[in-house]
């Protein structure tokens, strides 16, 4: 093994944090490392199953409960918001208490408010246990790393993270395809009761299997403050990403929420600095590889889920397919995330994270670059070469950008790390969705006036070409009911052409997003503190 070096996460009179005290990890069925993974993996199947798997079910709870547009928005946005902005304090919260029972509670709660969904009669009762979802989602991820980073020796731990993200990308990708199945031929409401059962299984197993891991320096009080400015600043951030696209990237309410934010992150760094037990020690990321590691989840997120985004749009609304046939049709990255990513833990360890992690942003810019081609004619088989690519260089991002976070941080902040992690990836994938969303709502609005009058349209007043616009941007032909034939086509084709073309240039923004991920991977090596992990002390 190399050696070790620890970051200094205290100041200069301070003792240096304390070597974990057992280093022999568990051999037995409690504490055992692969049913470990086992059981955290169910855990955390259920909360990336819940980002993608709801938004099949939307039409039908919109219908079933008379809720509007707006209503329906909030059972996504209400369950990110509240992901995004607690992920990094539950993970100080699994660093104080002990990452099993975090894991625990959050498994629970999980559940339990998935069940409560499941059994709600109005829109508000599904957005208030939306949200505690999201809180409850934001305590089980982090402290999922932790127990894995605690109970792994360094040489297995690429494996066991490279798994965990394999459970991750099939989870997040097989929801569309899950939730049209059950909503199709159950109802909607059993797209969240499937989680009742899931999380039993993850609760039993857990009292059964987990150990609990703490650091012999883990940290004894709370920075109420810096968790008050940090979740503030998150908070202002990710809420104005997600209402830019309604308010507009020009508006003044959008440009105030985001100003509140730096001047909330501003005013958390002034704090950490200066409280005893931060938060979030700075001096984590004095840490190269770890800072880039956040950068490359942020950035890979942004690429994936930004111009994935609209590939489902364009599944469903220029090919016509159904929910269903669209998750069918994204099998192949899905396919190749699940082989990709225990191939990417192996290669990893073997080569370190610099090369895996370089070769498979490349991969993934050239697969969006790919992407970018795609028209309303492609078929299937070129659609499925560039969503397999997607995959194979997605894996390898998952897999390594987590090592380098988690594996850099010390030991009593693995939960921090975690959160940062996770967190990071939910500020790229909101930023990817709001800034694509620009460039596609800025391309359509410069397009689709010419592509009218160029195919012989009548002209549109101002309103009618506004609706036309916000249809078009996701896909959709704004035919007006009993429509001629011959003039359906043409609005059809004009749609199409005009939504492909800023499907193009938000996918090529994608690939230039993950040309300079590539250059933020060669900062990365491997985590300095990893071998920390499977000598934590058992409590």
């Excluded at 055992?32 to 993974?37: E, I």
Aim: a neutral charge; one cysteine or more; proline letters at 5%.
């Amino acid at each position: 093994m190399t050696s070790q070096t620890t970051i200094s996460t205290t100041g200069p009179g301070d003792k240096a944090p304390a070597a974990p005290s057992d280093p022999t990890p568990s051999t037995g069925l409690r504490g055992h490392p692969w049913f470990t993974l086992i059981t955290v993996a169910v855990g955390v199947m259920m909360v990336a199953l819940d980002g993608t798997i709801v938004a099949i079910a939307n039409p039908a709870i919109q219908k079933d409960l008379g809720a509007s547009f707006a209503d329906v928005q909030w059972i996504t946005n209400g369950y990110f918001l509240a992901l995004a902005v607690s992920l990094i304090t539950a993970g100080k919260l699994g660093d104080r208490f002990g990452h099993r029972q975090t894991f625990l509670i959050g498994v629970t709660g999980f559940a339990l408010a998935s069940g409560a969904i499941g059994l709600s009669h109005s829109i508000a009762f599904v957005v208030t246990f939306r949200v505690l979802q999201g809180l409850f989602g934001a305590l089980l991820m982090p402290a999922a790393l932790g127990l894995l980073r605690a109970t792994f020796p360094a040489e297995k731990l690429n494996m066991a993270i490279g798994l965990w993200g394999m459970v991750i990308g099939a989870s997040t990708a097989g929801g569309p395809i899950l939730g049209g199945v059950l909503v199709e031929h159950v109802n909607w409401q059993s797209v969240f009761f499937i989680n009742v059962p899931v999380g039993a299984i993850a609760l039993i197993l857990g009292l059964l299997i987990l150990r609990d891991h703490r650091a012999e320096n883990a940290p004894r009080s709370f920075d109420i403050l810096g968790i008050v400015l940090l979740s503030g600043a998150m908070f202002c951030l990710v809420w104005a990403l997600i209402k830019a696209p309604t308010w507009g990237w020009g508006s003044a309410t959008t440009w105030t929420f985001l100003a509140v934010s730096v001047l909330g992150f501003a005013l958390f760094a002034f704090w950490e600095q200066r409280v005893k037990e931060p938060l979030i020690p700075l001096g984590l990321f004095r840490s190269v590889p770890l800072s880039a590691g956040v950068v490359l989840m942020v950035l890979m997120a942004i690429a994936f889920m930004g111009g994935l985004f609209f590939v489902t749009f364009y599944l469903q609304n220029v090919h016509g397919m159904s929910p269903i046939d669209a998750g069918l049709h994204l099998l192949p990255l899905t396919g190749m995330m699940i082989v990709g990513s225990p191939l990417a833990g192996a290669a990893i360890t073997k080569l370190g994270p610099r090369i895996p992690l370089a070769g498979g942003m490349a991969a993934t810019a050239i697969a969006m670059y790919g992407m970018s081609t795609l028209t309303s004619d492609t078929g299937s088989g070129v659609m499925s070469i560039w969503f397999a690519l997607l995959g194979f260089g997605l894996a390898p991002v998952m897999v390594g950008a987590t090592e380098v976070i988690v594996g850099n941080a010390p030991m009593e902040l693995s939960g921090v790390a975690g959160g940062l992690q996770q967190a990071a990836m939910q500020i790229g994938g909101s930023l990817g969705t709001a800034v694509l969303g620009a460039v596609m709502a800025s391309r359509v609005d410069s397009d689709l006036a010419g592509n009218w009058a160029d195919a012989g349209l009548p002209k549109l007043t101002q309103p009618q070409q506004d609706a036309a616009a916000e249809a078009v941007q996701v896909g959709v032909a704004p035919v007006a009911p009993n429509t001629p034939e011959a003039i359906a086509a043409k609005i059809t084709q004009v749609a199409h052409d005009t939504f492909i073309s800023g499907m193009s240039l938000a996918c090529l923004v994608a690939a230039g997003v993950a040309v300079v991920a590539v250059f933020v991977a060669l900062l990365t090596k491997r985590g300095e503190n990893a071998e920390a992990g499977a000598g934590a002390a058992h409590i």
